[in-house]
């Protein structure tokens, strides 16, 4: 979760599988998307709703899957 921007908006979601170690993670960040190595912190998932309460319903999507929302309630998943 890119830590930094929380109070940006739109809020990006992606699901992605780390190949070489079989491992499924979320990448969460507001704004606009920064390639700067330190850009994501990692996070357990139960710091979710305290941090980006938005994103709760997306979780349980398959790993490919990603969304994009907004704080008015724009949705694209």
């Known amino acids: 979760m890119a830590l930094n921007t929380l109070?940006?908006?739109?809020?990006?979601?992606?699901?992605v599988k780390k190949s070489k170690v079989g491992v499924?993670?979320?990448?969460?960040?507001c704004g606009e998307y920064c390639e700067k190595v330190d850009f994501y912190q990692s996070l357990h998932t139960k710091h979710l709703n305290a941090l980006?309460?938005?994103?709760?319903?997306?979780?349980?999507?398959?790993?490919?899957?990603?969304?994009?929302?907004?704080?008015?309630?724009?949705?694209?998943?």
């Open 52 to 77: 980006l309460p938005e994103v709760m319903k997306y979780p349980y999507l398959f790993e490919g899957y990603h969304f994009i929302i907004d704080r008015d309630g724009y949705e694209d998943v």
């Open 24 to 29: 499924i993670s979320w990448f969460f960040y």
């Open 7 to 15: 109070n940006l908006t739109p809020i990006y979601g992606i699901r």
